[in-house]
């Protein structure tokens, strides 16, 4: 597993963080508290909080890919 925070500031921001991801055939979760949900799934992110930055997990040891595609959301 692989895991960087991302911020999310807009619904456009999250319609085109999902595009982006659903490309990728692993796993992907958002972790914002005690809440864990799909990061694949439009109505799981809407139902974070994203006022704060959340965790991304990826289920892969090579998330280089994904993070290049997905390097203006992270705040890490």
């Known amino acids: 597993m692989t895991i960087t925070h991302i911020k999310l500031v807009s619904f456009p921001d999250v319609q085109d963080f999902v595009n982006i991801i659903t490309k990728f055939a ?5 972790v914002c508290g005690r809440y864990i949900v799909d990061a694949k799934s439009l109505m ?27 390097a203006k959301y992270i705040v890490d």
């Open 26 to 30: 692993f796993d992907i979760d958002l």
């Open 44 to 70: 799981g992110i809407y139902s974070l909080d994203l006022t704060e930055a959340v965790e991304l997990r990826a289920h892969t040891e090579d998330a280089e890919e994904l993070f290049a595609q997905i």
